[in-house]
């Protein structure tokens, strides 16, 4: 019914640059806050970054000046830039939407993508 596809994951050298893209698509009527999320294991899930359909941002203090989040509502789109990355950043990020569905219920509901594994070592 509605899915979110994150792609851009991967191996980057400390310092480097990362783009994450997460594809919302379905029976969708229309996407309110979107985020991104990371998980090492073993430890707890945590926010990277936010955005609000008009294009409200916050962002993590260990991610703040380093990463961008920003959407694009006619592609369903979510983005984010890293930039200066540290080995603590290694982490599955995950995409997450609250999104109001076109079938009934409509909700909204919370969606979340399948995450995508960024690795930052040299």
């Known amino acids: 019914q509605v899915q979110l596809v994150e792609s851009g994951g991967g191996l980057v050298q400390p310092g480097g640059s990362l783009s994450l893209s997460c594809a919302a698509s379905?029976?969708?009527?229309?996407?309110?806050?979107m985020g991104w999320y990371r998980q090492a294991p073993g430890k707890q899930r945590e926010l990277v970054a936010t955005?609000?359909?008009?294009?409200?941002?916050n962002y993590a203090d260990s991610m703040k000046g380093r990463v961008t989040i920003s959407r694009d509502n006619a592609k369903s789109t979510l983005y984010l830039q890293m930039n200066s990355l540290k080995p603590e950043d290694t982490a599955v990020y995950y995409c997450?939407?609250?999104?109001?569905?076109?079938?009934?219920?409509?909700?909204?509901?919370?969606?979340w993508g399948q995450g995508t594994q960024v690795t930052v070592s040299s």
């Open positions: 997450n939407a609250n999104i109001l569905r076109s079938i009934i219920p409509r909700g909204p509901y919370d969606y």
């Open positions: 379905g029976s969708i009527l229309d996407i309110y806050n």
């Open positions: 955005v609000t359909r008009g294009g409200s941002t």
